[in-house]
């Protein structure tokens, strides 16, 4: 269905974009109170200790200083910081301070200050006697090592869950039998593929803001993806009742699942109850880097066997062996994502086994990162896809149009295998993978670029691909609302839970009312994410937004503008379904008589019958519509160096409806170099003792405008049945091409397979040494 | 110590400690909240403020060396034609995400533009390499530097 739009699939702009230019608007380490005291922590320098003493009194005899707070003061309280809907699947693995310290940058002490500086300082005052622990940096030697998490660790849900074995999580689903279909197979393709740590680096660090209001209730002001998630946990860590609790979202800069976690909201609010003043913590660069959340690092080993005659993958067997670091966030899902984003792509497989383990180590703590699992686990699928149709001597375009999920088809591995528990079955309404392979390759100029070798001196070109599948939201388990209320002059309040983390969501879930109502963006007025004011919503995380918010936002519209026809029916004296909207005039159906929003308005305030013209409406997704991408890599080889160029890099995207393409672009285009980056440079460098040796923008390098190449993005419309206006998500597919697109590109420049991220000169030249070039 | 300087235009005299940030005295001592902190180090350019017309990262600007300096941050650009054209072609082009490295872009940018009224692609790259952007992806900061360009053309040049 193809529907005419007005407001929808406009490139409207950004509602926040004028006020987040001038730099008018505040972001939360913007914001300073009177009296605000500032934290700091002091953290471990040991990868795995007890704390035998520890002794605060200089630090806290230093002039302005005001609170320091050991793990003899903190509510013991076992948490997860994950910031998931109740029960989270995540264990309750964390304190805010423990006696036990399980890395390097976990936190030992808080102390809170007159000055940020002053903090610091006195943070250093603290003598700590520590008892160091035997420790191990190894997730494949994890089983055997030392008991990292505490010993009343524990899990909500019924789940793999084995602490004292480091074992985070596990997950084992099966289809047919692989072993037989192995020993059937003509061709049978093993391969060991592994991802590394990394740093969202969202440019603006974590933040957190607590204060007392004149009712007494603690008001959180903070960098979260998950307002109503952090009122939840705040509640249940300080144990104080979740109604004397207010958290509010300010503009957010920039999240990408690091701003799921819930670490920071806790200490402020416990720092201001004790001290009764305001708090303030802003992380530095540092600190967020060792002390915040990372991208999971994750071995796979991917098993595959194929009929040569029809090219049928007949069995696939995924391993995959996720490192948690030292707490369990999202442990378990992310690891479930890597088989659950992943397999369903190529849906005809019947002989299946995805086995994971996530593992406790004495490293950085993971967490949700765009891509979620996918990223980890496209990595091996791509390269593997490339192999598979290399051995069958045909395109490997062919092989992913041949055997790709199409519409009406489903997979059981929907059903099989969701978040924590069971998934949702459902059947691909929409579906355009095979066109975005086309628009894709047409635009890298695929068949005159691939088998080429192209070279020039030490450089030799190539292209690759991949082919990716994410989801919209989580089914049956996130919810969103929105309420809408209509004012005098006819423009309208949507009030929206959802989490605008820099995303644009404000500004499509705009347009989603505007649309619906029948009236233009300029008479919205949205406000987001303030757990007081705003309906609930669980936050911006699994590319939900659009699709659950979105339909939260269209079923209010719905509602609020059959109230408005009813007023007007009311004043133009006819019945309800003889009045139809246009740009905020409600018109008869012969168009003779109208009224306008304004008018409508003032007659249902003040003249008969008087009453608030509003509504409010929850959503729940009970199916995931994956949005389809392919993406494509040409880059250029230095066999001399080792040193990888992308040259170009393109995007097809169906994400069904897109409500607003500028945002869409933005959203891939985002997404992609910082997959690019993931594959070619970022990494976590650690010495033996687990200290992260490149905690810094100069050690640690995100694409800087010279490191990107020309990034493209192509939309292949769709439209999404059971999408808002026909639409999917698109956040976070973007993220999880590059890493394969790359490596299959270098193997058409250069002939060598790369099965582990990131894609530096020296493990270019250590594979091409291993390897031998074939050029 | 007293520190006398232009600061968006006006002169003033602030006490401080001269071997505090740049970045700092500004935030706090003038509410200039539109310069941001995304790193400390100098690399990220959140923070990037025009020194006698240069950009600088006020992170790395110990406060002394401002003496007798002229300081503009963004809220002193906004006030300007050449701000206004920046701000539109960048929200035409789509290149504001979440925003927090915005100002420190237009900053760069107006410095750019201002040395180079017609700046190629390898250019703008170049000019504007200081300030990292994890949202966007650059192509769309790259587009909406042109579309600046173009727009402002006669403002450039003047």
Known sequence: MNRDFKVVGKEVKKIDALALATGEVKFTADITLPDMLHVAFLYSPYPHAEIEEIDTEEALNTPGVELVLTYKDVPQTLHTTAGQGYPE???????ILDKRVRFVGDRVAIVAARTREIAQEAAKKIKVKYKPLPYNLDPEKAQESEPVPPQDAYHLLPTIYEPRKNIAAGIKLKFGDVDVAFEKSDIVFEHRFEVQYASHSAIEPHAAVAFYDERGRINIISTTQVPFHARRIVSRVLGIPLKNIRVIKPRIGGGFGGKQEVFLEQVVALVTMITKKPSKVVLSRREVFTSSRTRHPMITWYKAGVKKETGEITALKLKALMNAGAYGPHALTVMANAGSKVLPLF???????????TVYTNLPVGGAYRG???????????????MIAEELGIDVLEFFKKWHIKKGETSPIFEELGEGKEGVAQVIRSCALSECIEKGAERIEW???RRKKLREGDKVRGVGAAILMQGSGIPKIDMGAAYIKMNEDGSFNLHVGATDIGTGSDTILAQIAAEEIGTSIDKMIVYSSDTDFTPFDVGAYASSTTYISGGAVLKCARKIKEEIIKVAAEMLNVPMDAVFIENGVAYTEDRTQHVSFEDIALYSMYSRNQHQIQAV???IGLESPPPFMAQFAEVEVDIKTGRIEVLKFVSAVDCGQPIN???VEGQVEGATVNGIGYALWEDYIFDEQGRLKNASFWDYKIPSIKDVPEV????????????????KSVAEIGINGPIPAIANAVYDAIGIRLKSSPFTPEKVLKAIKEQGLKL | MKVRFKLNGEEVEVEANPASRLLDVLREKFGLIGVKEGCGEGECGACAVLLDGRVVHSCLVPFANVMGKEIITIEGLRKTEEYRIIEESLLDAGSVQCGFCTPGFVISIYALLKNNPNPEDKEIREAISGNLCRCTGYQMIIDGVKLAAKRGEKLWKA
């Open chain 1, 89 to 95: 699947p995540s264990p309750y693995d964390t304190r």
């Open chain 1, 347 to 357: 849906n005809k497989i019947k002989n299946l086994l995805f086995e994971g383990y």
């Open chain 1, 372 to 386: 979620y699992g996918a990223t980890q686990g496209y990595f091996g699928f791509n390269v593997m896809l490339d």
């Open chain 1, 447 to 449: 068949y005159k670029k």
């Open chain 1, 617 to 619: 409406a929850s959503h």
């Open chain 1, 661 to 663: 393409p500028v945002l």
């Open chain 1, 712 to 727: 493209e993005t192509i939309i292949c419309k769709t439209y999404e049945p059971t999408g808002p206006m026909g639409a």
